[in-house]
């Protein structure tokens, strides 16, 4: 900024300044609570008498308290719940052009800023000056400002008039502390016993706010740079000098800056930050959420930069480029389920002026997992959820719609509605489909019913069916769930109520199939006595468990019935290949085997090969692919290019063929697979009997990803190589039988990792850090994929172990990661001993896992105690029990274990939100509470009280699990009584259960009726 600007600026603000006649506000601190304070400033020529000045924030609409009342005595407000209504001290003068402070706390403020306070509201340090109380008791040795919503009123009364008279008025955030005086009539302490009426404060609705929010961010204040009073009506108000104090343009005359107390606000103005907006709205997993803003400058703008943060993570940053004009954008990457993300916008100017926005803030929308909704359907009302569908609408039922989705949890769920299928909710089998609606239970079967449904994607694979003995397909637990059961046709009864039901006979019982007519499932095949799979749905009718195949693919006799799905014969166009070699026309051919066509199928190239992901490097030729189209998708933890062909047709004996240009063959001598699936029309994508392999280089070792992703694959001796990450002896030593045994853990660069296994020995090449060969049988056992090893070559030390993959708690729960070395953070919520070991439950505040440390580690766990956050690594795995499958991390090494010492979560978060406004439950109306639990595992008492103090009743008491959450009251005391009309007090208490330390926070809620 140039000198004339400066000079012109000084010049002009005090000319504005001496054009005022009264008092003004001109600038208060809300955050931190330590340098919370008010400043005053006299723009007059003359000193000014304080001692009839009052300064005050006690409004309360709910409880009839106002200001003005202070003419009658009473109801003035102040004293409680942080209000204050207070009185300068008898003889205190403001000079001209002085200006003053009031502390809230006199020794915080002069911590915070290193300078005294003109005043404090009450007595902290006795060289500074106390205000008086308006009212005995109106300060009673509390008040502060409130973040989120609150006014400011400097106002003058003689003590015997009917009426105050206002100096300067300031309301920010929500307005509910706002007034309008208009038409007020009262009668004070002066000798007549007519009353006075005020004239005509501008409506609350109209008043201009200083900001809708938070009016300044941590370490700034609110400043006014414009000494004009902005667009504020000059006569026939309630003000000193006939002015309306409630029609100023706050948000033009106040501006947050750095804090300047008893003294001028700087002469030049910082960046002006507005508009702050995020779309969408509430994102969902997967959504990238854009910030825009509009940001300007009196001079030149050298940065824009947004901070963001979710779920109390330390802040990052990207620098915002702008979209439009004054408009800045920068975008904030996809976050998980329920995640909340913090965000603020910093400027900086030419004149190294900064502005930090207020934080802003969102919160990812909940994908609830259907299998908690199945544990417990009581404790869920209304519910998103994510899945693909299993069974779809219409397939079993025309005139209602009646089908089933299921998660990655592993379970699924029942959408209803009676009306008929909705030909634009596309709720056809394989498409994923995000789903909102209410939990409802009817004769056993859990529901989502008046749902709303949000496309994502079409030809998604269907959830692998859960593999069950007849015992568990009559277990209800599992409702909902799509399964595969094999046994005996026994009984095959038709015309049964519009369908054919059939008794399946295994090792353990029976089970009942009910195939329904308007499937179209053709059952000619299938004879009693023929042997049977069926896939299909759990459903539950008269209590009783019953299987719902809908599709001709759902049901087939092993080894006969051929089905598109996982159909094909796939072959390469090299038989060999050499290292480091770039191939054109490379071709992947696949021949159709039965007349129902393949529709889609997808081709995944082999870990280590390079190539660009482009579609147009590939090509199609031959038959079934005339309308075909091509894409590309890369899984972002496997990076493995997924190359999918849809709209294909392919029947016996088209052969198609896909041709890739560029693709890299790997360094080092590998055996390749080349992952084929298939799936005709309405089926899902299955690997076909046999995919393709290529040894490059005459190499004979496969990567452990391939193991992994289909280990019946490799019945044969196969060789590994790998990094050792859990040695031999740290898991186990020895059998049950007593034997000695290894087990052990490799990971190699294809990112994942395998069990080693052997009894008789524990072997010792088998070390931590150790790169080693090993060659043996693939097997499984108990939901782990393991190589039976027969020869072990130690290699020599790897220079590094392998990075571990960072999870949440919940994406840790998952099979994909046996074997591999993860990593994962969160607070310790239950420590318990059993089976040779101890296991450590933990949470993130979005999801639980379990930490697993077997005694044969040795590690010292004498600091990882309930309550305290830990980071933790190791292998993933799982056990099955009862045929629940139970997800673990298993550290083995002092080193994956850390407690986090940094960890204090700070009480001081505990935040409570009440929705501001009246509601009626005598109309069915319920009011939000929500509510900032501060830490994982605080405890947590959410009360309403009225205002005599009694208790209503308790809305929750117990460890948080969860870091925020909302409740939602019916107006109903605890014997479930509508309560009367009137105003309480909504009471959570945080109490952290280490410190012991206590967070109260309270507000208001009113309850009220609609008048007819």
């Known amino acids: 900024m140039s000198f004339l600007r400066y000079f012109t600026l000084a010049m002009w603000f005090p000319l504005l300044v001496s054009a005022q006649e009264h008092l003004l506000i001109s600038e208060f601190v809300v955050t931190p609570t330590a340098g919370e304070f008010i400043e005053i400033h006299n723009p007059t020529a003359s000193p000014i008498d304080l001692s009839n000045y009052y300064l005050t924030d006690a409004t309360n609409p709910g409880n009839g308290f106002y200001y003005y009342n202070i003419v009658a005595g009473s109801n003035a407000g102040g004293g409680s719940l942080g209000d204050f209504h ?5 003889g205190a003068v403001i000079a001209p052009g002085e200006y003053q402070t009031v502390a809230m706390h006199g020794s915080n403020f002069t911590s915070a800023y290193g300078i005294s306070p003109s005043y404090e509201l009450f007595n902290t340090d006795a060289a500074i000056p106390d205000m008086r109380e308006a009212l005995p008791g109106s300060i009673n040795n509390q008040g502060g400002l409130s973040n989120d919503g609150e006014v400011i009123i400097l106002y003058t009364w003689d003590g015997e008039s009917d009426l105050v008279q206002d100096v300067d008025y300031a309301v920010w955030g929500d307005k509910v502390e706002a007034v309008d005086k208009s038409g007020v009539s009262l009668d004070g302490p002066d000798p007549d016993s007519d009353p006075s009426t005020y004239l005509d404060d ?215 509605d009676f009306d008929p299928p909705n030909p634009a909710d596309r709720i056809d089998r394989g498409n994923r489909l995000r789903i909102s609606g209410t939990i409802t239970e009817f004769g056993g079967v859990t529901e989502i019913t008046n749902f709303t449904v949000s496309f994502v994607s079409a030809g998604n694979p269907l959830p692998a069916p859960l593999y069950v003995s007849s015992v568990i397909a009559n277990d209800l637990t599992y409702e909902g769930t799509y399964m595969r059961v094999v046994g005996v046709a026994e009984d095959i009864a038709s015309g049964v109520g519009g369908g054919t039901n059939i008794t399946v006979r295994d090792d353990k019982g029976t089970v009942l199939v009910r195939v329904w007519d308007i499937t179209g499932i053709n059952l000619g095949f299938l004879r009693a006595g023929d042997s049977v ?17 809908a599709y001709q693919d759902e049901i087939t006799i092993p080894g006969q019935t051929a089905r598109a799905d996982g159909s094909g014969i796939a072959s390469l166009s090299v038989a060999a290949v050499d290292t480091n070699q770039i191939l054109q026309n490379f071709t992947v051919s696949l021949i159709g085997t039965i007349e129902e066509p393949i529709t889609t199928l997808r081709i995944d190239l082999p870990h280590l090969w390079q190539w660009s992901g482009n579609p147009a490097e590939v090509a199609l030729e031959g038959n079934g692919l005339e309308d075909a189209a091509v894409e590309v998708q890369t899984d972002p933890f496997d990076r493995v290019h997924q190359v999918l062909i849809r709209n294909t047709s392919i029947t016996s004996p088209d052969t198609a063929k896909i041709v890739f240009s560029n693709l890299a063959t790997p360094a080092e001598p590998v055996t390749s697979v080349f992952w084929a699936r298939t799936a005709g029309e309405g089926g899902r994508l299955q690997l ?71 009894f008789g020995l524990i072997q010792p090449e088998l070390a931590r850090g150790n790169l080693v060969e090993a060659r043996g049988v693939v097997t499984e056992f108990n939901g782990v994929t393991e190589v039976e090893y027969t020869s072990i070559t130690y290699l020599g030390t790897s220079s590094e172990l392998p990075q571990p993959l960072r999870l949440t708690n919940a994406q840790v729960n998952s099979p994909r990661w046996d074997g591999t070395l993860v990593a994962t953070e969160g607070v310790i919520v239950e420590r318990f001993s059993a089976g040779n070991g101890t296991t450590l439950e933990i949470s993130d505040g979005r999801g639980r896992t379990n930490v697993r440390i077997w005694d044969t580690a040795r590690l010292d766990l004498s600091e990882f105690n309930e309550n305290a956050r830990i980071f933790v690594e190791g292998v993933g795995s ?69 205002l005599g103090g009694r208790l209503v009743t308790t809305l929750l008491d117990e460890a948080a699990e969860v870091i925020e959450n909302t409740f939602t009251w019916d107006g109903r005391d605890r014997r479930n009584e509508r309560v009367p009309l009137g105003t309480y007090i909504c009471h959570l208490k945080v109490v952290e259960p280490v410190s012991a330390k206590t967070k109260i926070k309270m507000a208001p809620i009113v309850v009220g009726t609609v008048l007819k």
């Open 688 to 758: 076909i009997n046999v995919s393709p392999r290529l040894s490059v280089a005459g190499g004979e070792r496969y990567l452990i990803y391939d193991l992994q992703t289909n280990s019946a694959a490799f019945p044969g001796t196969i060789t590994v190589r790998g990094v050792t990450t859990i040695g031999a002896g740290k898991l186990r030593e020895v059998s049950s039988a007593g034997d000695s045994l290894t087990t052990a853990y490799i990971q190699d660069e294809s990112g994942r990792g395998i069990n080693l296994f052997r």
């Open 533 to 549: 799979a069926v896939q299909g749905v759990m459903d539950v009718f008269n209590n009783a468990s019953q299987l719902i195949p």
């Open 86 to 90: 207070a009185r300068f001290p008898e």
């Open 878 to 946: 799982l056990f099955l029990d009862d045929g629940d499958s139970i997800f673990q991390i298993l550290p083995v090494y002092q080193d994956q274990l850390e407690v986090d010492p940094n960890y204090a979560p700070s009480i001081e978060d505990v935040a409570l939100k009440v929705e501001p406004h009246p509601f009626a439950p005598d109309r069915g109306e319920t009011i939000e509470i929500s509510y900032n639990a501060a830490a994982v595992n605080n405890r947590v008492t959410l009360s309403i009280f009225d």
């Open 202 to 416: 501008t409506s609350i609705p109209e008043q201009i706010s200083v900001s809708g929010a938070d009016p300044h961010v941590n370490g700034q204040s609110v400043q006014r740079s414009d000494a004009a009073e902005n667009g504020e009506t000059q006569s026939g108000g309630n003000g000193i000098s006939g002015h309306d104090e409630t029609s100023e343009d706050l948000a033009a005359s106040f501006r947050p800056n750095l804090p300047t107390p008893n003294g001028a606000p700087p002469a030049s103005d910082p960046p002006q930050v507005s508009n702050v907006t995020h779309t969408p709205a509430t994102p969902f997993p997967g959504d990238a959420v854009t910030v825009t803003a509009t940001v300007t400058d009196d001079g030149t703008l050298v940065s824009v930069y947004l901070f963001y943060s979710a779920n109390n993570s330390p802040f990052d940053s990207t620098a915002m480029n702008v979209a439009t004009g004054n408009t800045y954008s920068a975008t904030i990457a996809p976050q998980p389920s329920g995640a909340t993300v913090r965000y603020y916008l910093k400027a900086r100017d030419n004149d190294n002026l900064t502005t930090v926005s207020p934080t802003s803030s969102y919160t990812v929308a909940v994908v609830t997992s259907i299998a908690d909704i199945q544990a417990n359907p009581g404790g869920f009302t209304n519910v998103t959820v994510e899945g693909v569908v299993t069974l779809g609408a219409g397939k079993t039922i025309a005139t209602r719609t009646d089908a089933y989705i299921q998660d990655n949890s592993g379970r699924g769920i029942n959408l209803f």
